[in-house]
């Protein structure tokens, strides 16, 4: 009998200490992390440094990050705290292109008409700025190409 | 009137209605008594007993008092349009942008200068930069955005009022048998007075647009057309 080792299948699984991100509910858009798994539907999570208080949550409602926190089985609020801290895992979460994109679309939100109209001018800018470019390399190739073809045709 | 019956009115009311034309009569001579001395001229009268002169009032008294009791305006608390008061959305501030989403100017991003009597918005687009004029705009057909012109010194011409936006009627001239199908629309002509007016106001608001931090974006800001892109909820947005 083949054993399914888990470990190669998925790089994230439920365990105790892995930091996750509240997908929804009160503490939606916060991160936590796994400290025990109380059953198949269940975990208890506890974010001391980003305010979610210790409490059982369903693992719908959890998304799972990349990272894990080396901790022990229902380790205490306080503990967690320093080991968050000592991981930098507030750094760490920053850096990942989740939190960018989390990010940008906040502050695409909270733009305002004005904001939006100045966002197009700049990007029409930076395409025009683009497009010049590539017509001149454009040209510059299409001009060698029609070169080379007279040479043959002298030939 | 039968004893067992009942009165439709209190024995008090209808005393009231009975005496109301003596009672307003006494009232007003009691003002005219505290205002001024009795208009009248002073005659000398002749004979013993009939004192030295007597005053022949300047305005009759009515010979006749009338046989039925008109009916009284009765006090009401509605108020005509005119005395309504109207409320401004708070977001909504002398020189708010705001666009329009109604009318022949819908779409555009125009300046809000104050509000008129009758609760409709006094606005610019400015004329030169997109095209809208001064003019009315009720608040309803309007999206307050949070950028905001300073507009404090601006003087607007106190003639801007509603009067001067309400269309003037023109007596129609009979119509003769020989011009029933000729067309006798005239054409619509804008008052040398509005044309003053908004050289004047649009002078001063792109002065104040020229002193905005954005200033350089802020006219094409202006002629730009508001509409709604994929997945754009307004509800949702901030403006």
């Known amino acids: 009998m083949v054993k399914l080792d888990t470990y190669k299948l998925y790089d994230r699984v439920v365990e105790v200490g892995r930091v996750v991100f509240i997908a929804y509910g009160p503490d939606r858009g916060k991160l936590a992390v796994i400290v025990d798994i109380i059953d198949q539907n269940r975990a ?14 369903g693992y719908k409602a959890i998304n799972l990050t990349r990272f ?14 320093k080991v968050w801290a000592r991981e930098k895992m507030e750094e760490k979460w920053a850096g990942t292109a989740w939190a960018k994109k989390l990010d940008s679309r906040q502050k695409r939100e909270a733009m305002s008409d004005f904001d939006r109209f100045k966002v197009l ?32 045709a002298k030939k | 009137m039968h004893t067992n019956s009942y009165l439709r009115f209190s024995r008090k009311v209808i005393l009231h209605h009975l005496s109301i034309y003596e009672g307003k009569d006494a009232a007003r001579n009691a003002k005219a008594v505290k205002r001024k001395p009795a208009k009248g001229e002073t005659k000398k009268v002749g004979g013993e007993k009939n004192g030295s002169e007597r005053i022949v009032p300047a305005q009759k008294k009515p010979r006749y008092y009338p046989t039925e009791t008109r009916p009284k305006k009765l006090v009401s608390r509605k108020r005509s349009f005119n005395g309504h008061a109207h409320k401004l959305r708070p977001s909504i ?16 991003r125009v300046v809000y200068l104050k509000q008129l009597r009758s609760g409709l918005l006094l606005v610019t687009g400015p004329f030169t930069v997109n095209g809208c004029p001064l003019r009315r705009v009720n608040q309803i057909y309007v999206i307050a955005t949070k950028t905001k012109l300073n507009i404090d010194n601006i003087k607007l011409p106190e003639r801007l009022n509603d009067d001067y936006f309400k269309k003037k009627k023109t007596r129609k001239a009979p119509k003769n048998e020989g011009d029933l199908f000729e067309s006798t629309k005239e054409a619509k002509t804008v008052s040398p007075e509005l044309k003053e007016d908004q050289v004047n106001v649009d002078k ?16 094409g800001y202006l002629k730009s057309i508001f509409w709604l892109k994929k997945s754009q909820f307004p509800h949702n947005m901030i403006f």
């Open chain 1, 44 to 57: 208890l999570i506890d974010g001391p440094a980003s305010g979610v208080v210790r409490k059982e949550i």
């Open chain 2, 204 to 219: 001063q608001v792109l002065e104040a647009i020229s002193k905005h931090p954005d200033h350089k974006l802020f006219t």
């Open chain 2, 93 to 108: 501030t002398p020189g708010t942008v705001l666009i329009v989403l109604a009318g022949k100017h819908k779409g555009k």
């Open chain 1, 121 to 152: 001018k700049a990007k029409q800018a930076r395409t025009r700025l683009i497009n010049e470019e590539f017509n001149k390399l454009k040209a510059s190739a299409d001009s060698s190409k029609t070169s080379k073809k007279s040479k043959k």
């Open chain 1, 68 to 81: 894990k926190l080396p901790i022990q089985k229902g380790i205490c609020t306080k503990a967690l705290k």
